[in-house]
């Protein structure tokens, strides 16, 4: 399969964003480790919000971390403004079961009730196992169950796809 | 405005059902106190399933628990089957701010890590506060903030569907 240009598919899910909020001084922006927080970061430096950019991690979260066990050590949470009563908009590189959106939902309300939390995706690869949507998404692509995005970043701070493919699944 | 018939948006949204899960044998279908359990105690009569029908009250599980208080006492909750590793079908009546979803969808995961969710409303009137979404839909029909759907049933066990609205806000 020809894989997607993760730059073109960065302009499209920026030009959504800018023209849904059009106002971003209230807008509490969070990036979700580690491929949701480099787009967070750059939305958040391209489309000039005024709160700091928040940043949390899924991975002790999941409802299958048994299973799943740790890859990488998780990274802290950062969560520079206050929660409780904002609009939040969510951002992560790949939607897929939507585990790791409820997860992520749930540690948020940790930190307070929020109005309201839309979600943003580079990549929809389908495959839902809760009934999770995104509002924002760069493009939909379907996946086989065996294959995963990787999102990576070049030298010059532009992202990079790569496509994993696991044998014998 | 002119309400949907429920009868209608019931019938289009058993035939979407039908013709997604062909096999229904191992499927568990849970209706959401009120009028998602009398959605699916009737799709469950009507399309033959093989488990018992399980049902849940949301009340006591929203976030917004301590601003709404109990308008009416929760019903028991009642899961005749096993939740864990199976796929789930949840019935509600009208999706909105998907607060009362993810509440139900926490309150599922206390009985097991089901395979799958997926959410199943008579009428979706958007609004949505969270990053949730419906599978199978019996229409999209948006209302204003102060304005809500009320489910009935007459003495047949028909649906009958009803328009709120608040005054002053």
């Not at 950062?78 to 790791?100: H, N």
């Amino acid at each position: 399969m020809k894989l997607p240009d993760p730059e073109s598919l960065y302009a499209r899910l920026k030009e959504q964003i800018e023209h849904a909020f059009p106002n971003r001084s209230e807008l509490g922006l969070i990036g979700v480790h580690s491929g949701g927080a480099w787009i967070a970061e750059r939305l958040h430096h391209d489309l000039g919000f005024t709160l700091p950019c928040g940043f949390l991690d899924s991975a002790l979260y999941r409802d299958d971390f048994s299973e799943r066990g740790m890859k990488t050590a998780p990274k802290p949470a950062d969560m520079p403004f206050d929660v409780a009563g904002r609009q939040i908009l969510l951002v992560d590189d790949v939607l897929y079961t939507g585990r790791t959106v409820r997860a992520i939902v749930n540690h948020l309300f940790d930190y307070g009730r929020p109005a309201k939390i839309e979600l943003a995706v580079l990549l929809d690869r389908g495959g839902r196992e809760l009934p999770i949507d995104a509002q924002y998404v760069g493009k939909h692509e379907p996946l086989k169950p065996n294959q995963s995005f990787v999102l990576t970043r070049d030298e010059q701070g532009a992202f990079r796809l790569g496509l994993e493919e696991k044998q014998g699944e």
